[in-house]
């Protein structure tokens, strides 16, 4: 099995210990970590992520330790991020419907697809998607993120996220049968208590959301279906759910814990946790 795992950013900012928690495990076990933007640029951890002063809204309280800030700054001095792979270069466009000659327009996409997700499951052993305000711009509903997703699950790969990079996971589906691949599953991710009121903010614009723009916790909720569960685990310090090939983490509190059971999920075959 490949020893490489493709982790997808924002590029409108990442938490920082929501990479960096799981890389750190990830590494220890010997796994490189390659990166992925949506546009190839970089992408920039959201500065409340080292900033041990900073108090979480809705917790009340400081959410970055000094331990993870100094994580966070010391993996940002490397400049690691600074190239990642292009997204937009190595996963084809889904056409319009409206589009001249559509037919063949979308069986070269299939095509061209059917390539890139080969070469995607060749080279790496899963996917991770991190977390942050910036996905809610260019992760959750972005074709080509989703398209990834399908490339691991429709291999029985692991696929990881944390906080909202859970999201994209709610939209990732077959495109003819429109079906959510959660349905059935058992999955974390940010618990309406956890959700801002206001001050939803990017990095790279000054648009404030003010709340984020859908409750996490009630799309989860659904995708599930009657069969599956979405855990919050509100109050518990920590939520990391594992039910094969998904692994979710619900906040930034988890990162280290995700980390260690996705490095179970690789290595040692983990196929249900914390539920």
């Known amino acids: 099995m490949s020893k490489k795992v493709l982790a997808i950013l924002s590029e409108y900012g990442y938490w920082g210990v929501e990479l960096v928690g799981p890389l750190e495990k990830l590494e220890a076990a010997g796994y490189t970590v390659e990166f992925m933007t949506p546009n190839g640029k970089k992408a920039e951890a959201l500065p409340p992520s080292y900033d041990t002063t900073y108090v979480d809204p809705p917790l009340g309280m400081c959410v970055t330790t000094e331990e993870a800030a100094e994580k966070v700054k010391a993996f940002e001095a490397q400049n690691r991020l600074e190239s990642p792979l292009n997204m937009s270069e190595m996963i084809p466009e889904r056409p319009y419907f409206s589009e001249p000659d559509f037919l ?154 995700f980390g260690e059971q996705f490095v179970n999920m690789l290595d040692n075959g983990l196929t249900r946790y914390g539920w």
Do not use: W
Not at 186 to 211: A, Q, R, S
């Open 104 to 257: 063949r327009k979308f069986e070269k996409y299939y095509a061209d697809l059917k390539v890139a997700q080969q070469k995607l499951t060749d080279e790496y052993a899963s996917v991770l998607l991190v977390g942050g305000s910036g996905p809610i711009i260019d992760m959750v509903n972005n074709q080509r993120v989703h398209d990834i997703i399908l490339a691991f699950y429709n291999k029985q790969m692991p696929v990881a996220g944390i906080c909202y990079g859970v999201a994209p996971l709610v939209f990732a589906r077959d495109f003819n049968e429109r079906k959510s691949i959660l349905r059935g599953k058992h999955v974390t991710g940010h618990c309406i208590e956890y959700d801002y009121h206001d001050g939803t903010g990017f990095l790279h614009t000054d648009l404030n959301m003010g709340p984020p723009p859908y409750v996490l916790e009630y799309l989860l909720s659904d995708a599930v279906g009657p069969d599956g569960q979405y855990h919050g685990n509100f109050g518990k310090e920590t939520s990391v759910i594992v039910d094969y090939p998904f692994i979710t983490a619900r906040s930034l509190q988890c990162s280290f814990e």
